[in-house]
């Protein structure tokens, strides 16, 4: 058994030469559009996304995002990275997304759009 228990002042010592994960900073990746460009992946489709700050809009393969994603889960599943990032209409997104079903689709284009936020 160990002759003395460790106190938080004695565990501190051990993290100083760690860094801490939030205070990393993403340099912001542009095109000459002020654009920022990702690929997201989900099952067998793959879709490449750009957004740019913007009201809101989403256009999937050409069409609106309600056109495309009729399902409100699916339209829902995308717009979860800008709830996480409380950025919910502040930038717009325009994607392609080819290969596999809807509910694949809708992933692939969640993850790109995550991809892309951190990016930006």
Excluded at 89 to 94: A, E, L, P, S, T
Aim: positive net charge; charged residues 25%.
């Amino acid at each position: 058994m160990p002759e003395e228990s460790k106190g938080l002042s004695d565990l501190a010592e051990l993290v100083e030469g760690v860094s801490d994960a939030t205070s990393l900073s993403v340099d912001p990746k542009l095109d000459q559009l002020g654009r920022s460009y990702a690929t997201g992946k989900r099952k067998d489709a793959v879709a490449r996304v750009w957004i740019k700050p913007g009201p809101g809009r989403i256009i999937v393969n050409g069409r609106d995002l309600e056109t495309y994603f009729a399902r409100p889960v699916l339209r829902m599943m995308i717009n979860q990275p800008f709830d996480v990032a409380e950025r919910v209409g502040q930038y717009d997104v325009k994607c392609t997304v080819k290969g596999g079903g809807l509910s694949g689709q809708a992933g692939a284009v969640r993850h790109g759009i995550s991809k892309a936020l951190t990016l930006y």
